[in-house]
């Protein structure tokens, strides 16, 4: 079976994200870019699953600006077999993602699409969902634990409040929550091996998908900060506080 | 313009964040709300102030909610909607992008104002940025931060429940369990007061000395994601952006230290609490009030304090 595996190339999550002063979004200009942490979690997933046996080939693929490659190198060094840099000259909304990469479905027949569940960029928790709904396949989100059975996969969700565990029929889409795994750092060999590996380049336009934007960034803002507050010298002093000065308890 | 409203329900009540999407959605239009699978919470959801009808499907493929089905219903009912809202909880999250796929729209997820039918504020990059974005889509696909909406009262309502007929759905998804942790708690994405603890609280042993705290102050009990990742605690008392988003009247964090990722899960709560060892603990910019201290003295004199 092949598991296909979209990665995202985003700002580093340590990196304070700051706000263009003209409000037309986050500067990325000389900021540490990084695979989007989820991503992470999913490519090594599938990377533990053929190591299990439960996988053949894994294809990791990008979509973006040509620095994507990166990322597919890093997902080649962490066991992908070979990826695919499908390029695009600004970061599409999901819904084109998904169109995207149900264009390579069709072409690469995987068993499993396996996605971060969300990008740490936009926030937006919703092209693996989006996917499934395109292949009219079943989907696993927010998944903590994945176990091949034959024909079907096991997925146990991460739920408000406690986990659910579904069955679905294979070929399947699965997004990847915190829990399910520890991703694995590259070896040095590794990451010389990954530079060998296959890599192709496609343009998004030759995939004939509508890629065009459906919402338009009206402004991005800094959130209200917080007014600094006081330090208080006991617990006594907090509570009387919170009583009399906040009024919370 | 009428707005349907995906509603969440446990034990036939509707949950809490579900009534902050009506009260979102009223914004917009007739509230129209979907219950999928339980009658009794149907019924509850007729009492909600602002629900003009409540639509309730009892085909048991929905039973549990499965995305599939689900999401193959909401694109059915669509036609006569305008919007379709749900909270952002596990189910929302799961179900609607589907739906919007199916409806050739990009959803909206995490919506936390709404500036007019078309635009919507909703936070990027882990909250450390409010992007505002115009919808051109014909119908607008949503979820909304329930910390964001006031709920709609439970009661006042009087809308009718229709029942609605089956939507043939491919069975490939099927539903083997749920496991839900035991607490008599308020949950935590919907408590008055939340009292979380960090990495400082050193091990899952200490971590339960939070209990009568949180007992007497009638809170539900947070994590940040060092205390997660330390194996104190599980992974769904996490608060912050890789966990549950929180804004509570009352937050209070002890041996927290207040790294960006936790921030952004809790700054928005009315009150914020800090107590730590660390002067310079980033946890200090966003307290209203501040204790420098052990928590390990400072929790009993706190718990003394209140009485």
Do not use: C, W
């Not at chain 1, 580093?12 to 695979?35: F, I, L, Q």
């Amino acid at each position: 079976m092949k598991i296909l595996v979209p990665v995202k190339r985003v700002i580093d999550y340590n990196v304070k994200v700051r706000v263009k002063a003209d409000g037309s979004g986050v500067e990325t200009a000389g900021v540490k870019m990084s695979m989007n942490p989820f991503d992470e979690i999913a490519v090594e997933e599938a990377v533990r699953l053929k190591e299990k046996g439960a996988a053949t080939e894994i294809v990791a693929v990008s979509i973006g600006v040509q620095q994507a490659q990166d990322t597919l190198r890093t997902a080649m060094a962490m066991g992908a077999d070979r990826a695919i840099l499908v390029l695009t000259e600004e970061s599409p909304e999901p819904l084109a993602v998904a169109k995207i990469l149900r264009a390579l479905v069709e072409r690469e027949q995987p068993g499993i699409v396996l996605l971060g569940k969300q990008a740490i960029d936009d926030d937006m928790n919703a092209t693996g969902q989006m996917l499934a709904g395109l292949l009219d396949r079943p989907q696993g989100t927010f998944a903590s634990k994945v176990e091949i059975e034959g024909e079907s996969v096991r997925v146990t969700r991460e739920i408000d409040g406690g986990l659910e565990t579904v069955s679905l029929q294979l070929p399947a889409i699965i997004t990847a929550d915190l829990r399910l795994n520890e991703p694995r750092y590259a070896s040095l060999p590794n990451i010389m091996k990954a530079r060998k590996k296959p890599l192709e380049t496609i343009a998004a336009g030759d995939l004939g998908v509508d890629v065009a934007p459906r919402l338009t960034v009206v402004k991005v803002a800094e959130p209200p900060a917080r007014k600094a507050g006081v330090m208080v010298g006991s617990a006594a002093e907090l509570v009387e506080k919170l009583r009399s000065e906040a009024k919370v308890i | 313009m009428t707005v349907l409203v995906l509603l969440d329900h446990e034990e036939g009540q509707i949950r809490q964040a579900s009534r902050s999407a009506v009260q979102a959605a009223a914004t917009l239009g007739t509230v129209h709300a979907l219950v999928v699978g339980d009658e009794a919470a149907a019924g509850a959801a007729a009492k909600i102030a602002g629900v003009e009808k409540v639509l309730l499907a009892t085909d048991p493929a929905l039973a549990h909610e499965l995305a599939e089905p689900v999401a193959t219903l909401l694109v059915s009912l669509a036609g006569d909607y305008s919007h379709i809202v749900a909270a952002a909880t596990a189910t929302g999250k799961n179900i609607l992008p589907r739906a919007a796929a199916l409806l050739d729209v990009q959803p909206i997820p995490d919506v936390v104002e709404i500036v007019d039918a078309d635009t919507f504020v909703r936070p990027i990059y882990a909250g450390n940025a409010l992007a505002t974005v115009r919808s051109s889509d014909g119908k607008k696909v949503l979820t909304v931060r329930a910390a964001n909406f006031d709920p709609a009262p439970a009661d006042g309502g009087t809308a009718d429940v229709a029942t609605l007929a089956p939507v043939a759905s491919p069975a490939t998804s099927q539903f083997i369990a749920v496991e839900l942790s035991q607490s008599e708690r308020p949950e935590l994405d919907s408590a008055r007061v939340v009292v979380s603890g960090g990495r400082g609280m050193q091990n899952a042993e200490n971590f339960r000395l939070l209990e009568p705290l949180a007992d007497r102050l009638g809170a539900a009990i947070g994590a940040s994601r060092a205390a997660v990742d330390s194996g104190f605690v599980a992974n769904e008392l996490q608060v912050g952006q890789t966990g549950k988003i929180v804004a509570p009247e009352l937050y209070v964090a002890l041996g927290i230290s207040g790294a960006i990722q936790h921030l952004a899960g809790m700054k928005d709560s009315k009150v914020i609490v800090a107590i730590n060892k660390d002067p310079e603990a980033p946890i200090f910019q966003v307290a209203d009030y501040g204790i420098v201290g052990d928590l390990f003295t400072v929790l009993p004199e706190l718990e003394s304090a209140l009485g």
